[in-house]
């Protein structure tokens, strides 16, 4: 499986946002710099995060996108869905239906194992994606991140914030 680039985009987006102080906002321009991303592509991930109200926006001068919800709140989960949507990644074509040893009409009662395999993998997956919050990944970052690196990109951020 292959996510959309938009994805990881959109995810690291969050993870910025969540530290930003109550009140505040950071523009797609500042989000698109901070990441060495095209401030167009970006904006299509923001505005899926948008409408999955995820994020709030404010335009003007210091408008840009904040969390809608608390760090403790917003799951990987939901950020992935918003992005690819809430589909399962396995459709099943029901191909073992054209095996020429079947019976003419033959019908199955439920869905094929390999059908049963995957969508159980695929809740997993989500299932993984749903227990990690953006206060657990900022935890995670702040015991990994060099301390200069991540005061200093707080910084920089805080500065651009409106």
């Known amino acids: 499986m292959v996510l959309k680039s938009q994805v990881e985009w959109a995810l690291h987006c969050c993870a910025i946002l969540s530290g930003l102080p109550e009140g505040r906002y950071l ?9 060495g991303l095209p401030k167009e592509y970006l904006s299509k991930a923001l505005q899926s995060l948008s409408q999955a109200g995820l ?11 904040r969390l809608a919800m608390t ?8 950020v992935v869905e918003a992005v690819e949507g809430s589909g399962r990644t396995f ?5 073992r239906a054209s ?3 079947r019976p ?23 299932s993984a994606l749903r227990k990690v919050t953006f ?3 900022g935890k995670t970052l702040e015991a990994e991140v060099d301390p ?7 910084e920089w951020v805080l500065k651009r914030a409106g």
């Open 104 to 126: 003419k009409g033959f019908c199955e009662s439920g869905p094929c194992a390999v059908a049963r395999v995957m969508w159980e993998a695929d809740e997993a997956w989500r």
């Open 27 to 35: 523009s797609t321009k500042a989000l698109a710099e901070l990441h």
């Open 91 to 95: 459709v099943c074509q029901n191909i």
């Open 71 to 78: 760090p403790t709140e917003l799951t990987f989960l939901d």
């Open 55 to 65: 994020v709030h926006t404010t335009l003007g001068p210091s408008g840009g996108y």
């Open 99 to 101: 095996n020429p040893c």
């Open 148 to 154: 200069a690196i991540w005061s200093g990109t707080f």
């Open 135 to 137: 206060a657990d990944l």
